[in-house]
C-alpha cells in the first residue's frame, strides 16, 4: 500500500445489509444488518482511524439502526454520494488516495475509481468485482466491512493493536 489510509467509507446497501428490503402488510420496512460489522467499526476507532457511511436510500429502518448501532458518523439521503463525498474530503483535508471505499453496485463504481483502496462483497455483480482491489469472501449483510476493515489491518500490522491481543493470539 502506497499511502496510509485515513478513512472508510463505505454504503449500506450490499455491504451492511443483503440488499434486501423487506416491507410488512402493514408497510413497515425491515433490513438486516449483521452485528459483525460493528466490529469494523470498533477496530477502526482502536487504531484511531476515521470512517463514514453514505447511503442515497433515506429509510427510517437505516436511521434507527444507524443510532441503535451508535454509529455517529452517517450520512443519509445525499442524492448524488459523489458529489457529497468530495465536499467531505475537501472539509476534512483528506484525498482520494487516503480513501478506502467498500460499495457493491454500479452506482459505487464512480467512487470506486477515485478511491486508493477498493473492496466489494463477494455478492457483488462481477462487474464491481473486476472493479475493486480485493474481493471479500463474506457476502453483503455478512460481515463484509467488518473484513475489509480486518484486512487491512492485517496487511498493514495494525490488526494485534487494533485487538489489543497479546502476539501469542494471534491467527496466522
Known amino acids: 500500500m502506497k499511502t496510509k489510509i485515513k478513512l472508510f467509507i463505505s454504503e449500506i446497501n450490499g455491504v451492511w445489509t443483503d440488499g434486501g428490503f423487506y416491507i410488512n402488510g402493514s408497510g413497515n420496512e425491515y433490513i438486516k444488518f449483521h452485528f459483525y460489522d460493528l466490529t469494523g467499526i ?4 482502536e487504531v484511531g482511524l ?8 433515506k429509510s427510517d429502518a437505516e436511521e434507527k439502526a444507524l443510532k441503535k448501532f451508535k454509529i455517529k458518523n452517517y450520512k443519509l439521503g445525499p ?8 465536499s467531505y474530503l475537501k472539509k476534512n483535508k483528506i484525498s482520494w ?15 470506486i ?3 486508493g483502496l477498493t473492496a466489494a462483497p463477494i455478492s457483488a ?4 468485482r473486476t472493479s475493486v482491489d480485493w474481493i471479500l469472501r463474506r457476502k453483503g449483510g455478512e460481515g463484509a466491512f467488518a473484513e ?16 489489543n491481543l497479546p502476539e ?3 491467527i496466522k
Open 42 to 45: 470498533d477496530l477502526l476507532d
Open 50 to 57: 476515521s470512517y463514514l457511511i453514505v447511503s442515497e436510500e
Open 79 to 86: 442524492r448524488n454520494r459523489l458529489k457529497f463525498i468530495q
Open 97 to 111: 488516495e487516503e480513501v478506502a471505499y467498500i460499495g457493491s453496485s454500479a452506482d459505487d463504481l464512480d467512487i
Open 113 to 115: 475509481n477515485q478511491a
Open 125 to 128: 455483480p462481477f462487474y464491481v
Open 148 to 163: 475489509f476493515v480486518e484486512r487491512y489491518l492485517e496487511e498493514n500490522g495494525m490488526l494485534k493493536q487494533a485487538l
Open 168 to 170: 501469542l493470539l494471534m
